[in-house]
Structure formats: structure tokens, C-alpha cells
């Protein structure tokens, strides 16, 4: 695990479920839709100094689901959608490997650390929002809390330092420290 401090949390952030609603291999733009309450949860992360850092399995690419160019067109729509409510992310980072064939994917925690190397964080302050059990071990691999979101995805609650009920109630957590 790498330790830099400084005065910068992060909030890493699963895209899938997440950020956006969970349709599985997005590669459609219009298909994008930003719940209200992420963006809630964004802004009241942001207002707190938190980086909001984006990391994303992308298997769909391997397996040809759909291209780079398909999930590009997915992230500037997200952008928009985020811009629309004044958040901009700090980073994107996504695996678009088949699983097991490489060290970034989640659990792993290659994306965890490339974004330790790109921006200054205080990983003491920082943690986990996600809605899967890989998402929540990526968190427990890292050394930071793991906030998981319920959704209809069968998960492993135990794996979670939490478990929320929204997007907004796992930022008010990260905001106090309970995460």
C-alpha cells in the first residue's frame, strides 16, 4: 500500500451501480442517467475537499461488447450529466481487461495506486463507494473503508465497512469520518 499524506482525501468511486444506473456493458450515451442523489453526494464531497476519482472495471472491451470508442462517448456523456450539476471528477481510471488477466482490474488494486501516483492523497481520510463485493475488496486491500451500496446485486455486507442505503448517505458517512 503506498501512504502519501496530504491534505486531499479521496473518494474512489465504481462507476456501474455507482455513479451512474447499472446497465450492464453501457456503451450506449443515452443510456446514462446520474441519480439525483449521487450528484447530491458528489457536491457535498467536493464542498468537503475530497478528490472524486473514478475506478471502473471494463471486461465489456476484452470480450467485444463494445470498443474504447463506446466508452469514451459513455464518459463525456457521464461528464455532462456531472457538469450539469457543477462536478467534475478529478480522475477516470478503468481496467478493460477480461478478468484474471491482469493487475489492475478490482480487486486489484493497480488503478488505486496509479491514481496515488498521479494526485497527492491523504489515504487516511479517503475511501471506497461502491455497490459490489469486488469493490469492497478492492477496499479492504487498499487499507481504506469500504462503502457499499445497497442495490440489487447479490453482495457480501461483512466485506463493507458499511452498508448505505444511497449514494448520499455513503458521502455524509465518508464526510464524518464513519467510513
Known amino acids: 500500500m503506498i501512504m502519501q499524506i496530504s491534505n486531499r482525501p479521496a473518494a474512489f468511486l465504481d462507476r456501474d451501480g455507482t455513479l451512474v444506473a447499472d446497465v450492464p456493458y453501457l456503451k450506449n450515451p443515452e443510456d446514462v442517467m446520474v441519480p439525483a442523489e449521487v450528484i447530491e ?3 457535498l464531497l467536493r464542498e468537503a ?30 461528464e455532462q450529466l456531472l457538469l450539469e450539476g457543477n462536478i467534475e471528477l ?6 478493460p481487461h477480461a478478468p484474471d488477466s491482469c493487475l489492475c482490474r478490482k480487486p486489484a488494486t493497480g488503478m488505486l495506486k496509479q491514481a496515488c501516483l498521479d494526485f497527492s492523497i491523504d489515504l487516511s ?13 478492492l477496499a479492504k486491500n487498499f487499507g481504506i473503508p ?14 463493507a ?7 448520499l448517505e455513503a458521502a455524509r458517512l465518508a464526510l464524518i469520518g464513519v467510513a
Open 146 to 159: 469500504g462503502l457499499l451500496l445497497k442495490s440489487e446485486r447479490k453482495s457480501n455486507p461483512a466485506l
Open 41 to 43: 453526494g458528489l457536491q
Open 90 to 95: 478529478d480522475g477516470f481510471y478503468y481496467c
Open 161 to 167: 465497512t458499511r452498508v448505505c442505503n444511497n449514494f
Open 125 to 137: 481520510r479517503s475511501c471506497m463507494i461502491g455497490d459490489s463485493d469486488c469493490d469492497m475488496q
Open 49 to 78: 475537499g475530497f478528490l472524486l476519482i473514478m475506478v471502473s472495471n471494463q471486461s465489456g472491451i476484452a470480450r467485444g461488447y463494445l470498443s474504447d470508442d463506446d466508452l469514451a462517448s459513455v464518459h463525456v456523456r457521464m
